[in-house]
Antibody, heavy 114, light 107 residues
Framework: QVQLHESGPGLVKPSETLSLTCTVSGASINAYYWSWIRQPPGEGLEWIGYIYYGGNTKYNPSLKSRGTISVDTSKNQFSLRLTSLTAADTAVYYC????????WGQGTRVTVSS | EIVLTQSPDFQSVAPQEKVTITCRASQDIGDTLHWYQQKPDQSPKLLIKYASQSISGVPSRFSGSGSGTDFTLTINSLEAEDAAVYYCHQSNSLPWTFGQGTKVEIK
């Protein structure tokens, strides 16, 4: 059974950098697409980007080049780094596998506030 | 960017009735359209992949159809546990996008 678990700080200050990690169990990180997706409070879902086998990455242009996704194969983890945070980045952040997202992590809530 | 427009935004339906949610894509996406269910305070859950392919463990009352630009999620015989927000998602071209969601309430 494949499981994903997000971890990271719950509160980050404006203009700072957010770092989140998704730990994968039950599947190798060396296969599949691995995505980050976010959901602002009371709103819909937004795909942030993915990392694919070999470290290939693609991002949503809406991030304006603020996001970086990386992988640590030794720990079977992938990470999201998001710079220059504003209140608009406040959201629940999910990690998920595949071209169709299955499974998802439980989500981690991130609040951007001073 | 491919825009996915769902309709309706909200639907209130009695138990055992049929629910139909549509998702229209701004350009042809073939069958690369997937459906998710999100219950309050939970992660989304995959219901249907590639427009009409069923997912193991998902009740058979959930079905999908369509191709190109017009897609439909159908819930036959609605149950109380189906109260949720439903999203469509396309993986045809980057950036991957979601519909705005359809909230289904049980009358």
């Amino acid at each position: 059974q494949v499981q994903l678990h997000e971890s990271g700080p719950g509160l980050v200050k404006p203009s700072e950098t957010l770092s989140l990690t998704c730990t994968v169990s039950g599947a190798s990180i060396n296969a599949y697409y691995w995505s980050w997706i976010r959901q602002p409070p009371g709103e819909g879902l937004e795909w942030i980007g993915y990392i694919y086998y070999g470290g290939n990455t693609k991002y949503n242009p809406s991030l304006k080049s603020r996001g970086t996704i990386s992988v640590d194969t030794s720990k079977n983890q992938f990470s999201l780094r998001l710079t220059s945070l504003t209140a608009a980045d406040t959201a629940v952040y999910y990690c998920a596998r595949g071209l169709f997202f299955e499974p998802w992590g439980q989500g981690t809530r991130v609040t951007v506030s001073s | 960017e491919i825009v996915l427009t769902q309709s309706p935004d909200f639907q209130s339906v009695a138990p055992q009735e049929k629910v139909t949610i549509t998702c229209r894509a701004s350009q042809d996406i073939g069958d690369t359209l997937h459906w998710y269910q999100q219950k309050p305070d939970q992660s989304p859950k995959l219901l249907i992949k590639y427009a009409s392919q069923s997912i193991s463990g998902v009740p058979s009352r959930f079905s999908g159809s369509g191709s190109g630009t017009d897609f439909t999620l159908t819930i036959n015989s609605l149950e109380a546990e189906d109260a949720a927000v439903y999203y469509c998602h396309q993986s045809n071209s980057l950036p991957w996008t979601f519909g705005q969601g359809t909230k289904v309430e049980i009358k």
